[in-house]
C-alpha cells in the first residue's frame, strides 16, 4: 500500500469539520440513552456519533452488549439528528448486520487488528460496499500489524480509512490506562500522510481529567480528528465509567483546544518540535514510574535485611552493579560519569529507604 490522496477524501466529500469529532457513549445502552445524547450532540462540533454494540470486553462477565437491537435506535438516531452513525465490528457477522441498518462508519477494534484472520474477514464482508472505515491500532506496539489490518481493508476495494490511536497495554501500571507511544503514530502519520489520523484520548487516557491535555497533544502533533467517549450519565455508564466525559464537559474541551491551521514550513518546526517534546515528557515520565518501584523493591529488601539482622550497605555487591552498568550504559551511548552519577544517587536514595524501613520499629 502506497499513500493515496484518495485515502482522505471522504472527510472533505461529508464536508466534515476539522478537527474531526467523533463522539458518543462507550456502549450503546438503551433507546433513550442513545437518543438522549445523540440529541445533545447534535447541535455541537460532533459530526459522527459512536456507540459499541458489541463489546469486546477483557473478561467475561462485564456487560458485553445489547446487540443488533441497538442498531436499530443508531437508524432512529441518525433519522433525527442527522449525525453519521459508527459501530465497532469485529467479524463478518457484525459487517452483515451493520450494512443492512445502514451504519454509515465502522471501526475495528484493537482486540480485533491484532488478529488478520479477523481482519481479512471483515476487509472479504466489505468487499464492494463504499463504508467509511477506521482501524484502531492493536493493543500492542506493533506497527506492522496496524498497517496490515489497513492494508486487508485498501486491498479490498476500501477507499474511505482512516486509523485511530488508542494507546498501547502494558503490564506497568502507568498514569496512562493504554500509553500512547506516540512516535508510532508519527511513524504511520509520516509513511501514509494522507490517511486520516483521529486520536481517541479516552482510551489513551482511562480518566476523564486527562482527555483535554491528550486531545490537545493530538492537534499539537497534526491529527485530523479525535474520538471522544460521551455520555449524559458518565458515572453510571455500564462500561467505562471513568473516562466518559457530559456532552456539555465535551463542548469545553472544544472551547479549551487551540486547533493548528494548515501545516506550512513554520509549522513544520512546530510540529515535530511538539512530537519530540511528546517524547521526551512520555520518557520522563516513565523513569519516574520506574525509580518509584524500584525504591519500593529498596523497602522490601530493607525489611529482609531488618528481618535476617543483615547490615544495609553491601559493598561488594553495589561495586559489581556498577560495574555492569557502566558496560551496559556504554553501549547505549551513555558516558561512564553519567552513569556513574546518576546510580550513585539512585544509590543513596535506595540506602535512604532501606535504613528507613530498618529503623522504624512497627
Ligand atoms: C471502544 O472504542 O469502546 C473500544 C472497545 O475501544 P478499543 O478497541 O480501543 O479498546
Ligand atoms: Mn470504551
Known sequence: MENNSSMRKWLDDFKLSHPLVIAGPCSAETEEQVMKIAKELKDSDV????????????????????????????????????????????????VKLALEHDIDVLWIGARTTVNPFAVQEIADALQGTDKIVLVKNPVNPDLGLWIGGVERLYNAGI??????????????????????????????????????????????????????????????????????ETHTDPDNAWSDAAQQVTPDALKQIFINLKVRKETDQGDDYNHRMAGLRINIDEYDARILEILGKRMKVSDQIGALKKERNVAVLQNKRWSEILEKMIAEGAAKGLSEDFILRIFKAIHQESIVHQERVINNNN
Request: aromatic share 8%; proline share 5%.
Open 159 to 228: 477507499e474511505k480509512l482512516g486509523v485511530i490511536h488508542r494507546g498501547f497495554s502494558t503490564y506497568e501500571k502507568t498514569k496512562y490506562r493504554n500509553i500512547p507511544e506516540w512516535q508510532i503514530a508519527i511513524e504511520l502519520q509520516q509513511r501514509f500522510p494522507d490517511l486520516p489520523l483521529i486520536c481517541d484520548p479516552s482510551h489513551i487516557t482511562g480518566n476523564r481529567n486527562m482527555i483535554q491535555e491528550v486531545s490537545q497533544q493530538a492537534l499539537d502533533l497534526n491529527y485530523d480528528g479525535l474520538i471522544i
Open 47 to 94: 459530526s459522527i456519533f459512536r456507540a459499541g454494540i458489541w463489546k469486546p470486553r477483557t473478561r467475561p462477565g462485564g456487560f458485553e452488549g445489547v446487540g443488533a437491537i441497538g442498531l436499530k435506535w443508531l437508524q432512529k438516531a441518525k433519522a433525527e439528528t442527522g449525525l453519521l452513525m459508527a459501530v465497532e465490528v469485529a467479524n463478518a457477522a457484525h
